[in-house]
């Protein structure tokens, strides 16, 4: 397949070396991997982690939960709050598979039990410190309001949670006090509950890259790890060797005066997501294609970006290397974010893979 | 048509009226409109600037000028660098359609010429002071040389520029002086090139909103002004009043130990562009919704946003109108970007609106 226009790459046997890494530390943690799929949000990439022998998936939206249900997965996990507008799409799912949906209040419950007939697992987030959504294992009364189901089809499987203030550089030791204060905060919540079979469900993707043990969770529930990206370098979730998404954008402009290069490949390819490192703003790292993948310690970064340009700031030696129409490549800064702009992928084989399409939704 | 998810609404009395006082200041300024579509990106909204006479379109990238072309445009012009790897997608448009290209440098040209036997106009990119790309009037040689198409079936028709530092709070008065400064920069080029037919192609949504006249251009080329945003109205290009799309979002949690709302709209919906009004980031500004659009004045702020969720702080008062389930409308921050993001769009009257799809690109 011939490359022209920004084009998602995806270095498979990354991806699936990532995965199998990423099962093989649940396992030996005795946890069941549940990954989230908001990163790929692919049916093609979905069969490579079938092929590893998970059979459980995490998604963002219903509509996700749809796209992967019709790709044949059977058991998936909502993780973001239940919609009450949403409650037939949700009914029509759960006759199909077994959904589990994540409850972040009493009212959520109550209307989940008051219009959803169908059989329902559900999970109680639980706000580990992240102060995003989710009960608070303060709120005593509404936990144990939470935990009992008016409707019997309704079971509560589970605490979940999210420690999203992960999502910065972090050490062995400061991820370690996110984890310990999480764990603390799900036995609160266990307790005021009165069950200890509640399945934990946790993991972020840098606290299950960082640490090597998260003891007392069940189920994994990463995402970003299937392609990681320069934030997770930056967050030291990952080495630039572990990305396994590059974006291939042609060069269509040299300005050899201020030692910048203009390549097809804007916020609408890649986000516009960023990260400062020096308190100057890069939004993607640059590196060189060849015919099997591309080289693995950046060149060069993307330094601004509009709709459809990325500027680049080069090296005298770099910039001499390209002409227009060259191909360079760019890590980008979120992957989950870049996968969502792009209609498919390209896998270094030249494959098109599939991918959930918004306009069918 | 029910809302029960992020759907990006549009008001089509609002962009109507936003795309006719355009066309009226154009016309009183003897220039021709010709829009940019990367905002809209859609072949319905496309109708209504039919519908007031305009037949001449610009978009971003050849896949766009092959959707509108599609839809019936027969003038594209692409404001986008011409990219070396789609000469084959430019020398098939161009036998279907008046095909207008970017030319940035020498090299461009050439290869255009070498690579494309089409009829092809093409516009000189002007740098006017952003510096993204685009020839500076002191390159005098090359300007000459790219004056001068060895192919006889290519010709210079014009100069063509964006005042992308036109995207900050402006007043009438700085926006005159980046508009007097790219006006003696079109002059120095004309000048090089010993050509006074050439058209004058210019217009940021901010000059063309800001200012009333924009003397000796022929063509304004504004795109966003159809919708308009909050980043405009915090530019000074337009009032709330004039923004003629809003995210409808469905509230799903409610946390009023921190006056906070949830709701299922992220960046995945929104983008994630910010404003920093007051040195803290804004991502959409919150409005009610009512059976026939939306509130003028925003009521509230969106402060963080992820991928699926968006966290507005409110007031009490907000707060406590607020239940699970109900929507909220969120004007987007880039209007361009949210837009893009979508994969369709509803009107207020409940009309689907069919949107350019990257999938099918």
Redesign the interface.
């Known amino acids: 397949m011939k ?3 920004p084009t998602l790459l995806i270095d498979e046997q990354k991806a699936k070396r990532n995965i199998r890494k990423m099962l093989q530390k649940a396992r030996s943690n005795g946890a069941e991997l549940r990954p989230h799929f ?1 990163t790929h949000q692919s049916a093609d990439v979905g069969e490579w982690f079938k092929d590893e022998g998970i059979t459980k998936a995490t998604v ?4 996700m939960a749809r796209y992967f249900a019709d790709a044949g997965w059977d058991d998936i996990t909502i993780a ?7 409650a ?2 949700v009914e029509k799912l759960a006759k199909r598979v077994t959904l589990n949906v994540t409850i ?2 009493k ?2 419950l109550y ?1 989940l039990n008051q219009h959803v007939s169908a059989p329902i697992n559900y999970y109680i987030k639980v706000d580990v410190g992240t ?3 989710g009960i ?1 294992p303060s709120q005593t009364e509404q936990i144990k309001e939470m935990s009992l189901s008016e409707n019997p089809n309704h079971h509560l499987v589970g605490l979940l949670a999210h420690a ?1 203030h992960t999502y910065q550089p972090m050490t062995k030791s400061s991820a370690e006090k996110v984890f310990m204060q999480s764990m603390k905060a799900f036995r609160t919540v266990s307790e005021i509950i009165g069950r200890h079979d509640l399945i934990i469900s946790y993991g972020d993707t840098p606290s299950c890259s960082i640490l090597d043990d998260l003891p007392g969770v069940n189920e994994w529930r990463p995402g970003n790890f299937v392609f990681y990206d320069i934030m997770q370098e930056y967050f030291n979730s990952c080495t630039y060797d572990d990305i396994a998404v590059c974006m291939a954008c ?1 060069v ?4 050899e ?2 030692n910048e290069v ?1 390549v ?1 490949g804007g ?2 390819h890649l ?3 960023f990260i400062e490192p020096d308190g100057e703003r890069v939004y993607g790292k640059v590196v060189a294609l060849s015919d099997d993948g591309w080289s693995t310690e950046p060149i060069a970064s993307v330094v ?1 970006l ?4 990325g ?1 680049l700031r080069v090296s005298d030696e770099l910039l001499s290397s390209l ?3 060259s ?1 360079v490549g760019i890590l980008p800064v979120h992957s ?2 870049t996968a ?5 992928y390209v896998s270094l084989a030249g494959r098109k893979l599939n ?1 959930f ?5």
Not at 60 to 63: A, E, L, M, N, T
Not at 357 to 361: D, G, I, S, V
């Open positions: 490359i022209v226009k908001k963002s939206s219903v509509d973001f709050p239940y919609n009450p507008l949403e037939e799409e972040v209040s009212m959520a209307h102060h995003r959504t608070l999203g042609p269509v402009a040299i300005h005066d201020r203009v097809y916020g609408v986000s516009k997501d601004r509009s709709q459809e340009h500027i002409e227009i129409g191909l989950c974010l969502d702009l792009q209609g498919y991918k399409n918004k306009a069918e939704a």
